[in-house]
C-alpha cells in the first residue's frame, strides 16, 4: 500500500508500477464530458482546476446544507467517455493522476505517457465508502448542472485505488485482455475427452 498527498509530483507518478494500490490525500477535482469540453475551450486564467492536479471522473451526489455541501455519494464515472477529450486535458493541464473506473485507450495512454500521469482505478458501486473520504471546498461551472460541475475536494485515505495505467502506458486492462485470449485459445484448441 502507498499513501500518496496531492498535489503530486512527476516522480511520485512515474515511481508508481502496474497493480500498486493507493490511497490518497490532498485536493483532488472532479471533471467529467462538459467540464472536459470547457476545459479544451477555455483559457488558463478561467480553468478552475491546478496545473499537476488529480481529476476525478465524477459527477458527485451533493445536498446543499447551510452555505455549504454534503457529498452523499462519490462513485466514479465510466472513463472511456473521456477518452477523445482526455488526452489534450492532460497535456493542458500536466495532470498527474486521473481516477476512474474502466480504464481509458491508446491516445490517452500515450499521453499519459509523455506527460507523467496515471490511471487509478475505483471500484465500482464504492460511492459512498468515497464520500465519506472527501468533502467539498468549493464548486465551480455549475452552469453545466450538478454532475458536470468541476467540484473542488479534500480527500483523506481515499482509495483503495489501483493502478491500472502506469506513466510508462503499461496498462492491467491490456493484460487482462490478453490472459483471457490465450486462455479462450488454449481451450478451443484441446480436444474434449
Request: charged share 20%; aromatic share 6%.
Amino acid at each position: 500500500m502507498i499513501v500518496l498527498n496531492a498535489p503530486l509530483s512527476e516522480s511520485d507518478v512515474r515511481s508508481l508500477r502496474l497493480g500498486d494500490i493507493v490511497f490518497l490525500n490532498g485536493d483532488i477535482f472532479t471533471a467529467r464530458d462538459r467540464a472536459h469540453a470547457r476545459i479544451i475551450a477555455s483559457d488558463f486564467d478561467d480553468i478552475p482546476i491546478e496545473r499537476g492536479s488529480v481529476i476525478f471522473h465524477c459527477g458527485p451526489l451533493v445536498r446543499r446544507v447551510g452555505s455549504s455541501w454534503l457529498i452523499i455519494s462519490a462513485g466514479p464515472t465510466t472513463s472511456e467517455r473521456m477518452n477523445a477529450t482526455a488526452p489534450v486535458v492532460i497535456e493542458k493541464l500536466r495532470i498527474r493522476a486521473i481516477i476512474g473506473k474502466g480504464g481509458m485507450g491508446a491516445s490517452v495512454r500515450d499521453a499519459m505517457r509523455r506527460c507523467g500521469c496515471v490511471y487509478l482505478a475505483m471500484t465500482g458501486g464504492a460511492g459512498v465508502l468515497a464520500a465519506i473520504r472527501a468533502s467539498v471546498k468549493n464548486v465551480y461551472w455549475t452552469d453545466l448542472g450538478l454532475a458536470e460541475a468541476v467540484w473542488h475536494l479534500h480527500v483523506e485515505d481515499f482509495g483503495p485505488l489501483v493502478v491500472s495505467i502506469d506513466a510508462n502506458g503499461a496498462s492491467l486492462y491490456d493484460e487482462v485482455l490478453k490472459k483471457a485470449r490465450a486462455s479462450f485459445s488454449q481451450k478451443r484448441g484441446s480436444s474434449c475427452p
